[in-house]
């Protein structure tokens, strides 16, 4: 196993295997995401971006993992809406955007090598916080399974909390559905 940061023109080589990833992780608790490669391989484009990262972990040249990560006012304009009643000024803000790693490799460090390298480009870039965003689901959604838990400990043992009224709306096809529906994100920050 390794892990390695990626940045410019080395982020192109791997963008299918992380659309591939993001399409597989996410269909799962809680996202439930319906992907589509079209749609992905254009939303990965936003990591071409200067100061954006994709740390990948890879199991010989197999890209088991990934963690990608911009600047705030480089991403969505849907997410950095929801900074518009907060302090923290966008152009201070890394956003950590998604974390993926198939289950077989889960629970052997490669979440905190994630966040290590993102805080890490975060603050080599100026930025001043980390950001990220989780899907709210209700405790009684029909597709939650028995026994499903948050990374609400793991988040918080790495100093993130959820940053009071800092919600944001994003749509995407859930299993099952036949369009997109928005779905509220709550944020999650500290102080890097």
């Known amino acids: 196993m390794r892990v390695e ?14 659309a591939g990833l993001r399409i597989a992780v996410f269909r799962d608790w809680p996202y ?10 254009d939303y990965m484009r ?13 199991d ?3 890209m088991v993992g990934a963690a990608t990560a911009a600047r705030m006012e480089d991403h969505a304009e849907d997410f950095a809406a ?5 302090d923290w000024p966008l152009s201070k803000i890394y956003y950590l955007a998604e974390s993926v790693l198939l289950p077989e490799y889960r629970g052997h ?18 930025c001043r916080h980390a950001a990220f965003c989780s899907v709210i ?26 940053l009071d009224g800092v919600v944001a709306h994003f749509a995407w096809t859930d299993l099952g559905d036949g369009e997109k529906t928005r779905k509220p994100l709550q944020f999650w920050g500290k102080t890097l």
């Open 82 to 86: 929801a900074f518009a009643g907060h």
């Open 5 to 18: 940061t990626l940045r410019g023109d080395a982020i192109d080589a791997h963008l299918d295997a992380l």
């Open 109 to 126: 460090g490669l979440g905190h090598a994630f966040f290590d390298a993102r805080e890490a480009a975060g603050r080599a870039g100026n």
């Open 60 to 62: 010989g040249d197999r």
């Open 137 to 162: 689901r209700p405790d009684d959604h029909p597709m939650k399974p028995e026994g499903a838990r948050t990374h609400d400990a793991f988040w918080r043992g790495r100093g993130y909390r959820p």
């Open 32 to 41: 439930l995401y319906d992907g589509d490669e079209a749609y992905e391989r």
């Open 46 to 58: 936003a990591y071409a971006a200067p100061g954006a990262v994709i740390v990948g972990a890879f």
